[in-house]
């Protein structure tokens, strides 16, 4: 009994041993954070920790980690360039964005935007790579809320998100397999111009493509690129309650921005 005893009183050091201020634990678990919330983190060793969070009602967002401290067996801050913490997100069993080497050089490392249906679980994992080290890092999930965005899941004309005149709307386009679908209904007989612009900060272009119905194509798709600005997609004639199309994909890289309006013109 006295042996058993022992045992389990062993036991219990050692879980108290891997519990830090704030009763966070160190090794692999679920943890949560809130949108636009920023919260501090520590892990040992190779421990991985799962960091869940639900996808915004609207608009998209982007994650950002830092690295602010790592501490050695001896309890002493040490700063290494070979020492740091990858941090994968993953939504549906889909690993959408993967950052290693996240050492405390760097900063604050951001992902790009992303946009998914609202109130998705989503998680990011984020261990380090080192043994004998303890970790403390910083997380924050940014909510991009541009008032006017389109709405997940919108990948098929069916669920296309509806558009406005004198209204500009924003959207992601995730990766290779993401396609964003757009509907406008005209309330008034007349010409309507469907522009749009692709706001990527770095070189690529998007695809346009109007659809005169769910499946009739109008045409060939518009290749819009960065810093090119604003570009006519199409000029349509429509009759009141009509409806027309717009299926944005995936030109030239993964999570191209983009923002589409409308505009009465005759």
């Not at 022992?6 to 949108?35: D, E, H, P, Q, W």
């Not at 690295?67 to 997100?89: R, Y």
């Not at 965005?149 to 509806?162: C, F, I, M, Q, V």
Request: proline share 1%; hydrophobic share 30%; net charge positive.
């Amino acid at each position: 009994m006295k042996g058993l005893k022992k045992v389990f009183g062993t036991a219990a050091a050692l879980m108290a041993a891997i519990v830090v201020a704030g009763g966070m634990k160190v090794s692999a678990a679920n943890y949560s954070i809130n949108l636009n919330e920023e919260k501090e983190f520590s892990s040992n060793n190779y421990d991985e920790n799962v960091i869940e969070f639900k996808a915004p009602e609207n608009g998209g967002f982007h994650i950002e980690v830092v690295l602010t401290d790592t501490i050695n067996s001896k309890g002493e801050s040490v700063n290494f360039g070979n020492v740091w913490l990858s941090a994968t997100m993953v939504y549906n069993y889909k690993t959408m964005w993967n950052s290693g080497s996240i050492n405390r050089d760097k900063g604050w490392t951001s992902s790009p935007e992303y946009c998914l249906p609202a109130g998705s679980t989503v998680s990011l994992n984020v261990k380090g790579n080192f043994d004998n080290t303890t970790y403390k890092y910083k997380v924050k999930v940014v909510n991009d809320a541009d008032k006017y965005y389109e709405k997940e899941d919108n990948g098929t004309a069916k669920k296309a998100t509806s558009i406005k005149v004198k209204k500009v709307y924003s959207g992601v386009i995730n990766d290779g397999d993401d396609v964003d679908w757009f509907v406008f209904k005209a309330k008034k007989a007349g010409k309507y111009k469907f522009s749009a612009v692709n706001t990527e900060n770095h070189h690529g272009w998007t695809s346009f493509t109007g659809y005169k119905t769910k499946s009739k194509k109008d045409g060939n798709y518009v290749g819009v690129y960065n810093e090119r600005g604003w570009k006519k997609i199409k000029t349509v004639s429509l009759k009141k309650g009509q409806k027309y199309y717009i299926k944005v994909a995936h030109g030239y890289n993964d999570n191209a921005t983009y923002k589409l309006k409308v505009k009465k013109v005759k």
